[in-house]
Structure formats: structure tokens, C-alpha cells
């Protein structure tokens, strides 16, 4: 049985207090929520031992 596979990139940043507060007073007037409203986003990775998974996928900022 054929397996799909894909890769996702993401970058993720720590805001402090303020910048958090600056980017929604930016974001203001141009994002609504979706139907499924304010919600929180959780994630869960495995990965091996020697985390081979986060080591293969690896890029340099």
C-alpha cells in the first residue's frame, strides 16, 4: 500500500508581553476567527532516542 508523505516547514518565535500586544494591535481589523473560533493549538512530536527525526529536518535560520 502506497504511504503519502510530506514535509512542513515552520518557524516559531518567543514574543515578550509587548511584541505580542504589537503584532495583534497589527493584525487588528485585518483577521477574523474562523468558524471554529479562539482555540488552543497543541502539538505532540516523536521521535527516537538520538532524535534522528529532528536532526534529519534540521535548517539553519
Known sequence: MPTA???RYERKYLLTGE???LL???FR???EN???GLYRVSNL???TDRFDLLSAHK???
Open 29 to 31: 481589523g485585518r483577521m
Open 24 to 26: 495583534l494591535e497589527k
Open 59 to 61: 535548517v539553519s535560520a
Open 34 to 36: 474562523d468558524r471554529y
Open 45 to 47: 512530536y516523536y521521535d
Open 19 to 21: 511584541q505580542y500586544n
Open 5 to 7: 508523505t510530506f514535509e
